[in-house]
């Protein structure tokens, strides 16, 4: 005799499974490309019940996008025990890292900043953040002057730029492109007038 279908699981195990999942498919699909059926295929579940967990693709989407966020903010929480310049240097290299762990994702994630505005807020939401523990480590203060705010948020633009090169192309090693990164934000800070 078959056993049923489907598996009940308790609503967190199965909400954090369906996440997963998500990270999976959206790291390896467009946006456009995957539907509510098809997700709930791939999950083993009813449409009916991916909708109860998630009223649209959307939310879905945004979602297991917020989790990912979640997890790179764990991995690169600078170490409070570190001068600001080597903490920053540690957080670098942990993003980096998963970076280097999920290509695709990232990839994904810097395509539909575009298409999608709540990727578009959060990853605003995530560069604000960044940006404002850059600017604590170096005591700007509150507000900062605005060309030490520009060079921080601006620096964080041109990471994105230089991480899509480096996952192009492939000829600097990790590290080499950590300090390129790190040497960038120095001369950025320093023509904002920073000593």
Do not use: C
Not at 7 to 26: I, M
Not at 66 to 91: N, V, Y
Not at 92 to 121: C, H, Q
Not at 168 to 181: A, G, K, P, T, V
Request: glycine residues 6%; charged residues 25%.
């Amino acid at each position: 005799m078959a056993g049923p279908a489907y598996t009940r699981l308790q609503v967190d195990d199965r909400r954090r499974q369906l996440l997963e999942l998500g990270a999976r498919l959206f790291a390896t699909h467009s946006y456009a490309e995957l539907s509510m059926a098809k997700i709930a295929r791939e999950a083993g579940i009813s449409k009916a019940l991916l909708y109860h967990y998630f009223p649209s693709k959307q939310d879905f989407f945004v979602a297991t996008i917020r989790q990912g966020a979640e997890e790179i903010a764990r991995r690169t929480e600078p170490d409070p025990d570190l001068p600001p310049f080597e903490a920053l240097a540690g957080s670098l290299d942990a993003f980096l890292g998963w970076i280097d762990e999920n290509e695709t994702a990232y990839r994904k994630l810097m395509e539909s900043v575009g298409s999608v505005p709540e990727v578009k807020a959060l990853i605003d939401q995530i560069r604000d953040a960044t940006s404002a523990r850059i600017l604590d480590g170096l005591e700007a203060g509150q507000p900062p002057p605005p060309k030490l705010r520009a060079a921080a948020r601006a620096w964080l633009w041109f990471m994105d730029g230089a991480i899509l090169d480096w996952l192009e192309h492939r000829d600097m090693s990790r590290s080499e492109l950590r300090d390129f990164l790190l040497g960038s934000l120095a001369g950025s800070l320093s023509a904002a007038g920073t000593p």
